[in-house]
Structure formats: C-alpha cells, structure tokens
C-alpha cells in the first residue's frame, strides 16, 4: 500500500467518524520551546488549554513533523527518520478513551477491501501506564486483546504532560510484532526492531501537579473534560505493509536512495556504512526539503543552524559515496516529485528552494576539501601521539573557518575512532560570544543572529525524551 494510499484511509476513516479534516500546519509555529513542530497535537495546543475554541470537538491531520532529536537514530534504526508525518485524531472533550481505543483497532485491523490496513490482529502488542486498569479493561473488551499482549509500563514510557503543571494523562502505544527472525518473544521493548511501534494514544484526563507522574508522583486531579490525542506515523505504517525493512525503504523515501544510487554508481543493500549514507542521505534531503519549503534558511542561529548541518550532512555522505558534483538540487526534484502531491507549496516554491540549496552547497564546497584535510592532519597528530581526543580549538577552527557544523566534526571523529573534547569547543565558541556582544556594544550593532544558536551550543547537548516532553526540543540534540 502506497504512502498516499496510507494516508488517505486515515483521513477517511476518521471523516467517516464525525471528524473534521485540518490540513497540516507550517512545521515553524511560533512557540517558544519548540523549534519545529513535532507532533500532530502541537498546532491543537491552545484547543487542549482551553485557550481558543476548537474549529470542532473531532478533528483529524496528517502533520508534517521534524525531531532533529532523533539524527543521531538516522540510518542506524529502522524506525527513526527527522522528517515524517503524523496522523491523528483530536477530540476535545468529545468521545474519549473507548472511542478512541475502538477506532484505532478498527482502521490498525479493519480488512483492507473495507478501507483498513489490514494488520494481523494476532499480531498486535499494546503498552499501557501501569495505573491504567481502565485502559487494559477496554483493550480486552474492545479489541479482544488476551493481556498477555498488554504490557504495564511506569510513567516514564506512558505518561504525557506539557512539562508544567496542567493536563496530563496516560498513554497507551499499539506496536506491530515483525516476528521471530527479528528478536526475542515476550513484548515490546524499548529500541528494538522486533516490535515496531505505529501509534501513540493520549488520554489526557488529569490535573498534574509541581510533580509529574513521569516520575511515579500521583495527578492532583481530573479534568472536567477530557480530550484525546493520537498519533500514527505514516512511514512506519508504510513500512509494514510494504513489506521492505525500515522507513527508508518506503516508496517516498526511497525514491532519493536511487537518485543516490544513480549519482554514484555504487548499489544500495551492498555495503552496510553505504547504506547508512544512503538512508541519511534519503531523510536528511526530506527534512532539508521540506523545511527550505516552510521558509528555513540555512544559517547560524537555531533553525538556520539545523537545517545547515542536515544539508551539509548530505553533501559529505554523497562525498563519502564518491559523489563529487552539486548534489542538493538534484535530491530536492526527487523529493518534489515525491511529496509535491501533498505539498503543493514544494511545487510552487521550488525556484526559491533550489536557489537555497545551490547557495549554502557552494558555499559548504568551497571548504570541505581544506576543513577535510585540516580535520585529517588534526587527527593523524592525535594519533602519533597516542591520544583520542580531538581539542577543542581544533573542532573551533573547523566551524569558525570551515563552516564545519560540530555534529559534523563528531560524526568524523568518531569514524576515525576519534572522540572530541566538546567541552573545550563550547568555552571557545563562548569566548567567541562574549567578544561578539563586546563588540557589538561598542558598535551599537546586533550579532544577534548568533545568538541564540551560541546560547544553545552552551547548554550542550540534552536528552530528548519525544512527544512527551515538547519543551525539549529547543536543544540541539
Ligand atoms: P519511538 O519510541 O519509536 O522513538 P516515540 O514514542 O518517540 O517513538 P511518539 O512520540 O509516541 O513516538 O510519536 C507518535 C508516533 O509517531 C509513533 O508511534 C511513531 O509511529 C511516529 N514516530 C515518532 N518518531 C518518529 C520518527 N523519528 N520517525 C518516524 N516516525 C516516528
Ligand atoms: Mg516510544
Ligand atoms: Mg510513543
Ligand atoms: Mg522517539
């Protein structure tokens, strides 16, 4: 079942139900603690907060979604892309547990001849928040599920809040089993490929307090109306029932792995770290793509920064594949091709998008020969000298001279069984900072777009704990 095909039954199923379709929304939404849209809820937040009435209590989307978090997942999983796209269902103190539950089931194992997937029932796990008795009651009664296939999990893994006191609830995640050959019987576990996970349902019903239950603390209260908030990932759907293994291997994405594939000569499925290449490659010129096409702009602060190391990312792994002409350009017409059906903005605005594209590609061209070499020399030093470690002036240089993003400079490193003393990069970019403010009060003028990227660096990297944690994505990995 083609990717389209996906996700027009989605949207059907949940119009058949009474649902009202909301088109996607830009991946840029002004929020202060999220630097792209990550999940399908996101744009409904002021509905859930009570803060601006719903066009409807039941709406459905297919939501356009960046976790730059997730890069490092990119190529290594079969599961992780930074680019994919989330359908859900939304209901604002409309139906709630056991319809949402039922019309899950009933699209996830409807028989594909009735306008379902088609997924073996037999086949399907659930996870639910260990208090959730309710939960596990109507996954029995609705979905005839033995509970041998419902596994208990703490607040952790299946409890959702926005960080702050406030709405909160718990979350039950319907998994996929790929089978034996693909790991150990006995349930979902956390990043495994066994048991692929497609859908996470929210039922917001409590009140959190100062303490989350993520951390095993119990809600102060129950909301007076209660809402739902799913999502499904698209690619991963796809995934299944395209019988290939792993997102990137969807009809969409792959798409971008042939162009690669015909740009170097070289076959995809023949070389385990080409294939890695490959599938970065194919998701990285998605996300590049499609967030030049929400208005992005490769540059040094925040976003600008993310889009910089996900398109520089792709010029080193077609480098690293034996490519040397331009390569943007060419993988944004397939990944047009691809997604301008569904988004037509990739269509109107492609002269726009490829004038971006060729710019920062030249620009990045123009010193990743000399960066590379000074990254060679820096390392073959730390090795006659026995260390492991790459100093943290040098990683500087690299960025400050080179406009090497640092995941780029730890990506080489580590290839080079190298690791890099971040530490000491990050007190130079400060230092660096610091002299730009100087600076600029002295001269009145902003550097202000370095800003927020500077500050970010310095937090250094955090964790990133998904849809549950929304205000965690203003870091950079
Ligand atoms: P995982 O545990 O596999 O990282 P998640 O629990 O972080 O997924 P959610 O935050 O629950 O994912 O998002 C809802 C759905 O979106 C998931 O069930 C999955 O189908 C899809 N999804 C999440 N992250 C990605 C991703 N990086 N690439 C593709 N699909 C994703
Ligand atoms: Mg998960
Ligand atoms: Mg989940
Ligand atoms: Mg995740």
């Known amino acids: 079942m083609q990717t389209h095909e996906i996700i027009k039954r989605f949207r059907e199923h949940f119009e058949r139900n009474g649902h009202k379709y909301i088109p996607s929304s830009s991946l840029l939404l002004d929020d202060p603690n999220l630097l792209f849209v990550n999940a399908g809820m996101v744009p409904f937040k002021p509905y859930f907060l009570g803060e601006a009435p719903p066009p409807a209590v039941r709406m459905t989307s297919i939501q356009k979604c960046v976790r730059t978090p997730d890069i490092d997942e990119v190529g290594k999983t079969t599961r992780h892309l930074t680019f994919f796209q989330m359908a859900g269902n939304f209901s604002i ?13 009933e699209l ?23 208090d959730d008795d309710e939960a596990i009651e109507l996954w029995q009664k609705v979905a005839g599920l033995p509970t041998d296939r419902i596994q208990r999990r703490d607040g952790k893994d299946n409890y959702w809040d926005m960080g702050v006191p406030g709405p909160g609830g718990p979350c039950s995640e319907i998994y996929f089993d790929r089978g034996p050959e693909y790991g150990k019987e006995g349930g979902p576990v956390v990043d495994e490929d066994r048991y692929l996970e497609i859908w996470n349902l929210v039922f917001m019903q409590d009140v959190r307090g100062e303490l989350s239950p993520k951390e095993g603390h119990k809600p102060i209260g129950s909301l007076p ?84 190391r996900l398109l520089r990312r792709i010029v080193r792994s077609a480098r690293l594949l034996g490519v040397t002409e331009p390569v943007l350009v060419q993988f944004a017409e397939v990944v047009r091709d691809a997604m301008g059906p569904a988004y037509p903005e990739l269509v109107s605005g492609f002269a726009r998008i490829q004038q971006v594209l060729k710019a ?30 790459l100093p943290g002036d040098r990683a500087f240089q690299l960025h400050d001279t080179y406009g090497f993003p640092i995941d780029l400079t730890l990506e080489m490193a580590s290839e080079a069984g190298l690791s890099v003393d971040e530490d000491g990069f990050r007190k130079l970019m400060a230092e660096q900072r610091a002299r730009a403010k100087a600076d600029a009060a002295g001269k009145k003028t902003g550097h202000g777009d370095q800003t927020v990227y500077r500050e970010l660096l310095e937090q250094g990297p955090t964790e990133f704990t998904g849809y549950t944690e929304l205000a965690s994505e203003a870091t950079l990995r």
């Open 360 to 389: 920062e590609e030249d620009a990045f061209l123009r010193t990743l020969d000399a960066g590379s070499r000074i990254f060679e020399n820096a390392a073959a030093e730390v090795k006659a000298d026995g260390r492991a470690t």
């Open 93 to 105: 103190g409309d139906y709630f547990k056991e319809d949402a539950i039922r019309l899950a089931w």
């Open 108 to 130: 996830v194992t409807g028989s594909q001849d009735a306008g379902g997937y088609g997924f073996d029932p037999e086949r399907i796990w659930v996870t639910v928040y260990q």
């Open 225 to 308: 109306a209660k809402n739902i908030d799913t999502g499904m990932g698209v690619e991963r759907v796809a995934y299944l029932l395209q019988g290939v293994d792993n997102v990137y291997e969807t009809d969409l994405v792959r798409a971008v792995i042939n162009k690669a594939e015909e740009l170097s000569g070289r076959k995809y499925g023949a070389d385990e770290k080409d294939d890695v290449r490959f599938r970065v490659i194919a998701d990285h010129a998605r996300s590049g793509v499609m967030l030049v096409g929400d208005g992005v702009t490769p540059g040094n602060e925040a976003r600008g920064y993310v889009l910089r």
